[in-house]
Each structure stands twice: as C-alpha cells, then as structure tokens.
C-alpha cells in the first residue's frame, strides 16, 4: 500500500507492461469514469493522458523505465509507484518540464 501521494502539478511518465488486450487497456485508462483497481488509475484522476508509446514486442518494462530516466532532465522517481512486483524505485517518472526525449534511445 502506498498511503496518500501528492501529484505535483507537472507531467508523469507512466511505464507499465500489457501481455495482452493492450488496446483494451489504453481505453481503459483514458477513460475519467471507472473502478480505481491499479495505481495509474489514481493518478489519472488528477491529470490526463497526453501521449501514448507503445513498443511492440518489448516485456522489459523495468529496462524502459530505467532508459526514460535516463534521457529526461531533472528526472524524479514517485517512489513505489507501480513496481510492487519488482525491485525497480518506481514505475513513475515525474518531470516539471513537458518530456522530451528520445524514442529510439528507450525503445532498445
């Protein structure tokens, strides 16, 4: 359980990983009404979905997070967000600043 967060006015990066009915899931979180089941689903009750990336093939979400980190400028982790199931800091990037970075760097 993480207790109560404060989401900070600025943009977050969401890394998470869907073996199957990505679509399905896509909607789901774009969508204001809804069951909050999963972390993203409270965070996105304050902010909206601006872009989605999607990279086919790829089930190393922890390895993408870590990449996103690393091309964002000042980059900060919301700690435990999303990673209850591995050892990873967070699976939520905060930014100030809209992201900018580059796809093929995180895309492996």
């Not at 359980?1 to 774009?30: C, D, S, W």
Request: net charge positive; charged share 30%; glycine share 10%.
């Amino acid at each position: 359980m993480l207790g109560v967060i404060e989401f900070r006015p600025g943009y977050y990066i969401y890394t998470g990983r869907a073996k199957k009915n990505l679509a399905q899931r896509v909607t789901r979180h774009r969508q204001k009404e809804k069951k909050l089941r999963w972390h993203v689903d409270y965070l996105l009750v304050k902010g909206d979905v601006i872009d989605v990336l999607i990279y086919p093939g790829r089930l190393d979400e922890c390895g993408l997070n870590a990449g996103l980190y690393k091309e964002l400028r000042k980059p900060e982790w919301v700690a435990g967000f999303g990673s209850s199931d591995c050892r990873c800091r967070s699976h939520l990037i905060y930014s100030e600043s809209k992201p900018v970075y580059d796809k093929k760097a995180v895309s492996g």
